[in-house]
């Protein structure tokens, strides 16, 4: 009896290129980069060509799975499923990770790492030096502490707007304090082009200081906030406050300051000499 001949479908080369692209160009089994391959019908059935159906085979293992009988044993359906599905994995998970690096590396380009290991007394702070994300524990905090942060968990941005000196920019490391010991990763703005947010296995809260200088950018990253990426925007007083914005005035500032130096004057006062010994 004539056996009847399988009829061939040409695989459409969109379907062959992704079919190579998601195997690396490289043989499922022996996994040797840089060999002949081909793409081959997992049924034998050159009519099928569905995705789930091909695999990337080099010459020698589709020679393999051609073996018929002696001593020699053949490739069979079920083990060239179980090679592709595996290299597949180790291929994606590959290109995962290479992603992440290039992400990370992009990122660092706009982002500075925040962290709060180096934590100052109060003497820094009264003496006039730029308070930053060292000298969250020693100042005291706002009043706009706790609506900002409202703010984040409620719709993951907050814009902090301050006059100039009212100390918005601390209260904004203060606020990335709080999350940094939940687990967030901080990173602030440092003033290249093209800033993304990214999601990765922790979640992270991102500082953009100045943000009046850099408004688009604030829009951008405000659209991109979600609860595991939290947003900060510290504006010099130039914008109208919104429901996503708290405000502070330096009068307020003041206030708060004057409670607590008198509450730890004898902490303060002779730090204070230093600057002028009449006090």
Known sequence: MKKTKKQRIPIPIELSDEVLKLSDRTCC??????????????DENPSNNSIENLAVLCLQCHNDTQVTGGFGKKLTSGQVIKYKNEWLKIVKDRNDNLAKGIQSLDKQQ?????????????????????LNQNYVEACPKLNIFQDAINCLELLNYVNIIGESGSGKSLTAFQIAYEYSKKGYKVYKYNGKDNPTLYSELSPAIYILDNAHLYKNVANTIQQQAKKECKVICVFTDVINSNENSVRITSKQSVNILYEYYTQNAEQIIPIVKKINKKV
């Open 29 to 42: 089994v022996c996994r040797e980069k840089g060999k002949d391959v081909q793409i081959h019908h997992i």
């Open 110 to 130: 706009c982002w500075d790492d925040i962290n709060f290991d180096n934590q100052q007394g109060i003497e820094g702070a009264i003496l006039g030096v730029g």
